[in-house]
């Protein structure tokens, strides 16, 4: 006949305590469980036994404090302490987060005032080029408008005549604007 599972459990909570008090269970007789449970509550507790001043921790919320030794309600004084340093945190990143910002701001100005020294300097360079390309350029023009006045000179020289019958001719060869061409 197989046994009940609450027997088989029974049986071996009985193994366990006998195993804990160091006796041994190999004789194949099992003792008293009441017996067993009285003596090694009182030679061998298993739960540990809380005095009439603390309790048991049941809540793990973020109102109690634990310790490694104990736990405890906040009371005032700890929560003092935890604004205390929850302050001093917030002080100490607002400082960091400042100085991020004051570095951040004259690494700006820096990289700004360097644009605006590239910009000068290339806008002299700029002028410079200009006033040097005007100088090159006006002993040419000087030079180009000298060569077109002697140029058109001989033209009237050689044939004065010429041009002005070329241009009568120009003008008389093109209809008249109003009338259409037949």
């Known amino acids: ?86 302050r001093l945190k917030n002080q100490v990143y607002k400082a960091w987060r400042q100085d991020v910002i004051k570095r951040r701001d004259s690494e700006i100005k820096l990289r700004n005032n360097f644009k605006a020294k590239q910009l000068a300097t290339i806008e002299n360079l700029i002028k410079i080029s200009d006033e040097f390309h005007e100088q090159i350029l006006q002993p040419r023009e000087k030079m180009r408008q000298a060569s077109l006045k002697v140029d058109k000179s001989r033209e009237e020289v050689e044939s004065p005549a ?7 001719d120009k003008k008389e060869k093109s209809p008249p604007k109003g009338k259409p061409r037949k």
């Not at 469980?33 to 009439?52: F, G, K, M, R, Y």
């Not at 010429?162 to 009568?168: L, R, V």
């Open 162 to 168: 010429q041009g002005k019958e070329a241009k009568k």
């Open 1 to 86: 006949q197989e046994e009940g599972r609450a027997e088989k459990a029974k049986l071996t909570r009985k193994n366990f305590v006998l195993n804990k008090s160091g006796q041994d269970s190999e004789d194949g007789s099992v003792p008293d469980l009441d017996a067993l449970h009285s003596e090694t509550s009182l030679a061998n507790p298993i739960l540990p036994v809380a005095t009439s001043l603390e309790l048991p921790q049941t809540d793990f919320s973020s109102y109690t404090v634990t310790n490694s030794e104990e736990s405890h309600l906040l009371d005032a004084s700890e929560e003092e302490r935890r604004e205390g340093v929850q």
